[in-house]
């Protein structure tokens, strides 16, 4: 038996956001998956979606642990993994129909985010969607204890690194020209958030 690349916390999520994904790509054809870490999400969210052409990626330097578990699950609709490094412009086109990316944007710096909607607002296409999971602070405030413990912890690993205020993030998304679609409550004190591009 190959022994893959394991995330608990995406094994852990895994089912709760596909349930949101199949509600809101219902009509979708291609996603670009940013940030697929060890392809568990991808692996599953393309079996679970066949009507959908799922394009796993992460940063150069991860891919190694991304590719195994896509070239084993030998699903017809999942692409082979692409490196992308959000700082690094343009991404591939064509435009997918949705990008996704799941426990991203509290572990790149603040400058990433910027730049992954400076990216999304350059090259989205209307219609498109961007649909971002994970940990938010809203009007300031930690959602939970266990989030403020793990701000510290993230801070403390890598100072450019922490959970986003919510307001800032959306405010980043209509300076891109998306709409809020959804904001959605998810276990253990996470968001699903997704927009739209106008």
Same mark, same amino acid.
């Given at each position: 038996?190959?022994?893959?690349?394991f995330? !608990?916390?995406a094994?852990?999520?895994?089912?709760?956001?596909?349930? !949101?994904?199949q509600?809101?790509?219902?009509?979708a054809?291609?996603?670009?998956?940013?940030?697929?870490? @060890?392809? !568990?999400h991808a692996?599953? +969210?393309a079996? &679970?979606?066949?009507?959908l052409?799922?394009?796993?990626?992460?940063? $150069?330097?991860?891919?190694?642990?991304?590719?195994?578990r896509?070239?084993l699950? #030998?699903?017809e609709?999942?692409?082979?993994p /692409?490196?992308?490094?959000?700082?690094q @412009?343009?991404? $591939?086109?064509?435009?997918?129909?949705?990008v996704y990316?799941?426990?991203?944007?509290h /572990?790149?710096s603040?400058a990433?985010? #910027? @730049?992954? +909607?400076?990216?999304?607002?350059? #090259?989205?296409?209307?219609?498109? !969607?961007?649909?971002? =999971?994970?940990?938010?602070n =809203?009007?300031? #405030?930690y959602s939970?204890?266990? %989030?403020?413990n793990f701000? &510290?912890?993230?801070q403390?690993?890598?100072?450019?690194?922490?959970?986003?205020? +919510?307001?800032?993030?959306?405010?980043? &998304?209509?300076?891109?020209? =998306? +709409?809020?679609?959804?904001?959605?409550?998810? $276990?253990? %004190?996470?968001?699903f958030l997704?927009?739209?591009?106008?």
């Amino acid at each position: 038996m190959l022994d893959l690349p394991f995330s !608990q916390a995406a094994e852990n999520n895994r089912e709760p956001i596909l349930h !949101q994904l199949q509600r809101l790509l219902a009509d979708a054809r291609s996603v670009l998956e940013i940030g697929a870490g @060890t392809g !568990q999400h991808a692996n599953a +969210f393309a079996a &679970a979606m066949p009507h959908l052409q799922w394009q796993p990626s992460e940063h $150069p330097k991860s891919l190694d642990t991304l590719r195994p578990r896509c070239e084993l699950a #030998q699903l017809e609709n999942l692409l082979s993994p /692409i490196a992308v490094d959000i700082c690094q @412009t343009p991404w $591939p086109s064509p435009w997918p129909d949705a990008v996704y990316t799941a426990n991203t944007l509290h /572990i790149v710096s603040k400058a990433l985010v #910027q @730049t992954l +909607f400076q990216v999304c607002a350059a #090259q989205g296409v209307s219609g498109s !969607q961007l649909i971002v =999971y994970g940990p938010f602070n =809203y009007e300031g #405030q930690y959602s939970s204890d266990s %989030n403020a413990n793990f701000d &510290a912890w993230l801070q403390d690993r890598d100072s450019s690194s922490g959970i986003r205020d +919510f307001e800032w993030v959306e405010s980043l &998304a209509d300076t891109a020209g =998306y +709409f809020l679609q959804e904001d959605v409550a998810m $276990p253990a %004190n996470n968001r699903f958030l997704a927009w739209e591009k106008r």
